[in-house]
């Protein structure tokens, strides 16, 4: 009309007081409070629903191996072959790398001499002990006859039945055979002493003999545990030894462990939370394409101590993994329902705005009035938002278009995707 009203403007000078009245009636519906006349705003609308909602937790996690046996060479040498497929499972005791045993079976065979000789000084040792302590028995036999001697010719030198001389050839025979006696004794301990050193030469030998053993087997390294063996990290004829970093690692993957970390805070707050007995929550995982892993897994256990430069602390989950289908290193959330909250109020995310900590919604009544109100958020669920205060259920809120509303804005509602 305003534009046939251009058109005959004689027109409408005559007929304004009669109608003017009936258009003012007309558009008061239809330009009230749209500044500048604008018709009021298409927005999509969505009405609060109320239902039982389940409470999760969720947290970025990273999967690991629940045991990691890296594969070090304990001794040095060159890596002769490789005995595995690199990324194959593998049986606890299989031979993974073999490095060139050559040396150190020459160093078994030289410890084997070694030991071999110390055997034998035992035996020349306990020879020597034997002749040694018959000598000692004919000594103290001659020392008991001289003895004899000197004990006969004393009296009769007395008696002047012998002369001196033979008291005194008695009595030097008799210091002479005692002389005998020390020296042989002596000769004995020295012969228990030259056993004994044999005997501790023949330990050491032994000793020597099972640390070349030990070493030639440090030639074969095997795998410690059942397992996914990873990638080579050492190629044949490269030289290894303790020093180096480890030719490859071996991971057990089922089942598999799923690290994460929670604030000082939540995880107070979590062990809190009364009805709640955290080794026994079902968890679930979240894989990074989005899409949830089939099987349930357990809470496992906490980390000692806080981390003091983050405020957070390690947790640890264990998933069932049939097939080694997960590997570490692989990020994923792992969730966990923590409770169920009664007669919960949703709307969708996008209908809350945020304005210096104060959280709003735009609420149109029957007569399509928009109103905005405070609201007290409370957890995420999805993509839609529970709210614990400000709203009820029915209440229809602006969902789409929220920009466009202000206090007592007049609103045309329309379907989702503004058709």
């Known amino acids: 009309m305003r534009g046939s009203s251009f058109q005959r403007p ?17 558009g008061c519906s239809a330009t009230a409070n749209a500044p500048g006349g604008y018709p009021p705003p298409a927005v999509e609308l969505a009405t609060v629903q109320q239902r039982d909602i389940p409470i999760h937790r969720e947290w970025i996690g990273t999967l690991d191996g629940y045991v990691n046996a890296p ?38 065979d030289q410890a084997e001499g070694q030991l071999a000789q110390a055997t034998g000084q035992v035996a020349q040792a306990n020879a020597q002990l034997v002749q040694a302590q018959a000598q000692l028995a004919s000594s103290q036999a001659n020392q008991r006859r001289t003895q004899l001697d000197l004990e006969k010719y004393t009296p009769l030198a007395k008696a ?67 397992g996914v063996a990873g990638m080579a990290a050492s190629q044949v004829g490269t030289l290894v030894g303790p020093a180096s970093v480890a030719v490859t690692t071996v991971s057990t993957l089922d089942p598999i462990r799923a690290n994460f970390t929670v604030s000082e805070q939540e995880y107070l707050g979590f062990t809190r939370q009364s009805g709640i007995e955290v080794s026994k929550l079902p968890l679930d995982l979240i894989l990074s394409d989005g899409s949830p892993y089939a099987r349930k897994g357990r809470f496992f256990f906490a980390d000692r101590e806080v981390n003091q430069s983050t405020g957070s602390i390690q947790l640890t989950a264990l998933f069932p993994n049939p097939g080694n ?33 104060t959280y709003r919604v735009a609420v149109v009544d029957a007569q399509n009035k928009a109103a905005i109100v405070n609201v007290k958020p409370g957890d995420r669920v999805g993509t839609m938002w529970i709210i614990d205060e400000g709203l009820k259920p ?9 920009q ?14 503004g058709k």
Do not use: H
């Open 71 to 108: 594969i070090k060479a304990q001794v040095n040498g060159y890596l002769l072959r490789q005995n595995y497929l690199e990324g194959s499972f593998v049986k606890k005791g299989q031979l993974l790398f073999e490095i060139d045993p050559r040396p150190f079976q020459a160093s078994v």
């Open 160 to 226: 002047k039945a012998v002369t001196q001389q033979d008291l005194d050839n008695a009595t030097q025979n008799n210091l002479s055979a005692m002389e005998q006696v020390n020296a042989s004794q002596a000769n004995v301990e020295t012969a228990k002493a030259q056993i004994e050193a044999s005997r501790a030469a023949v330990k050491a030998a032994a000793a020597a003999v099972e640390t070349a053993k030990y070493n030639l087997g440090f030639t074969r390294l095997t795998s410690p545990i059942d």
């Open 325 to 357: 289908i997960l590997r570490p290193g692989q990020y994923a959330k792992v969730r966990a329902v923590i409770g169920t909250k009664q007669g919960a109020l949703l709307v969708p995310q996008r209908a809350v705005a945020e304005l210096q900590g």
């Open 404 to 417: 466009k509303v202000g206090p007592g804005s007049i609103v045309v509602p329309q379907a989702a995707g």
């Open 10 to 26: 004689n027109l409408l000078v005559w007929f304004a007081p009669a109608i003017g009245s009936t258009l003012l009636c007309v």
């Open 394 to 402: 029915g209440d229809r809120v602006v969902a789409e278009g929220v």
